[in-house]
């Protein structure tokens, strides 16, 4: 076998380990968050829980964008096209394969690679594009939560036609997050995000505590940052 393909299986030998020990839909069972909703969006298939030190390195500070993307191109793998049983599904790439790619493809200095640099949106989707030939859509929201309000019908769209997770970030609130669906109440009352949050560290949680830490929550959109922009990273995953 070539050095490739050995790398190849190795990574799916590292990949099965370390997403044997992950939560499994860990947003299963949450309470609707409010009694009045009226429309309610959720990702398709499953998705995994990847936080802080889930495959031993220490990234605690940094790492929260590059977990998010994993839990984006597990979700790719397993639940939108997952592979034949003869065929090896791509694991999610690590955090030192997502920085060489970055390197690799020009967007990064060779600086980048093992450094502690965080990524966000506009990285996420050209690593999927690189490693899963997924195009993503990037929304600019400003303003925060008036104008994330305001783009609730857009995420509504994105999981009832794409049904793929979405990454979120910001500037003045730039700690990653997964959003996993969204729930509306009647007309100008708000909105409600699914959010997974991956900065967690610690050995693996169950489902219920994830959801006690408020790690896996409804979160009011109401209550974010109003003096932060967010950009949202929409994987385009519909099947034509």
Request: proline share 6%; glycine share 10%; with cysteine.
């Given at each position: 076998t070539s050095i490739t393909e050995r790398s190849h299986i190795r990574n799916v030998q590292r990949n099965s380990e370390l997403t044997g020990a992950l939560p499994e839909n860990a947003h299963i069972g949450l309470p609707s968050p409010a009694p009045d909703i009226v429309k309610c969006s959720l990702i398709s298939g499953d998705c995994l829980y990847f936080h802080y030190g889930c495959d031993g390195q220490d990234d605690r500070g940094w790492g929260c964008g590059y977990r998010t993307l994993q839990t984006m191109a597990w979700w790719l793998c397993h639940s939108w096209c997952p592979p034949s049983p003869k065929a090896k599904c791509r694991p999610p790439p690590s955090l030192p394969e997502i920085q060489h790619a970055?390197?690799?493809?020009?967007?990064?200095?060779?600086?980048?690679?093992?450094?502690?640099?965080?990524?966000?949106?506009?990285?996420?989707?050209?690593?999927?594009?690189?490693?899963?030939?997924?195009?993503?859509?990037?929304?600019?929201?400003?303003?925060?939560g008036?104008?994330?309000?305001?783009?609730?019908?857009?995420?509504?769209?994105?999981?009832?036609?794409?049904?793929?997770?979405?990454?979120?970030?910001?500037?003045?609130?730039?700690s990653s997050k997964g959003i996993l669906g969204v729930c509306s109440r009647?007309?100008?009352?708000?909105?409600?995000?699914?959010?997974?949050?991956?900065?967690?560290?610690?050995?693996?949680?169950?489902?219920?505590?994830?959801?006690?830490?408020?790690?896996?929550?409804?979160?009011?959109?109401?209550?974010?940052?109003?003096?932060?922009?967010?950009?949202?990273?929409?994987?385009?995953?519909?099947?034509?």
């Open positions: 970055l390197v690799a493809m020009g967007d990064k200095p060779a600086s980048f690679a093992g450094s502690r640099e965080w990524i966000g949106t506009v990285e996420a989707s050209l690593i999927l594009d690189y490693y899963y030939n997924v195009p993503c859509k990037v929304v600019h929201v400003r303003g925060g008036i104008e994330l309000n305001r783009a609730a019908e857009e995420l509504h769209e994105h999981f009832q036609s794409q049904g793929s997770p979405v990454m979120m970030g910001g500037d003045r609130d730039n009647p007309e100008g009352q708000g909105s409600y995000l699914l959010v997974m949050d991956p900065h967690y560290y610690g050995p693996p949680l169950e489902r219920a505590a994830l959801q006690r830490l408020g790690l896996v929550s409804w979160k009011n959109v109401g209550s974010l940052d109003t003096s932060s922009f967010y950009n949202l990273c929409l994987p385009q995953t519909a099947k034509t």
